[in-house]
Nanobody
Framework: QVQLVESGGGLVQPGGSLRLSCAASGSISSIAVMGWYRQAPGTQRELGATITNGGSTNYADSVKGRFTISRDNAKNTVYLQMNSLKPEDTAVYYC??????????WGQGTQVTVSS
């Protein structure tokens, strides 16, 4: 099994920035994709951004130009730099990892609140 440790969430004003981190550990032989999904109360979980082992990125339209995803493959860690935050970015952000070809793992989630 894989353990995911998330950090970096918090309260920020509109226009502010946060950086999320997620470190994966455990029985990992390979990671294909790491990323962040988010879920606001009463809504479905939705894509934020993902990055492949090779560095290819995918962003939700709602965050393009504002969020930057990156990774350190040697450390099995993914980062999400969130700039120009908007109130609609408020959600629980969940780290996602696809590992060992066939398996997915989700973090516990870290709260991001964007409010004046």
């Amino acid at each position: 099994q894989v353990q995911l440790v998330e950090s970096g969430g918090g309260l920020v004003q509109p226009g502010g920035s946060l950086r999320l981190s997620c470190a994966a550990s455990g029985s990992i032989s390979s990671i294909a994709v790491m990323g962040w999904y988010r879920q606001a109360p009463g809504t479905q979980r939705e894509l934020g951004a993902t990055i492949t082992n090779g560095g290819s990125t995918n962003y939700a339209d709602s965050v393009k130009g504002r969020f930057t995803i990156s990774r350190d493959n040697a450390k099995n860690t993914v980062y999400l730099q969130m700039n120009s935050l908007k109130p609609e970015d408020t959600a629980v952000y969940y780290c996602f990892v696809r590992y060992n070809i066939f398996f997915n793992s989700w973090g516990q989630g870290t709260q991001v609140t964007v409010s004046s």
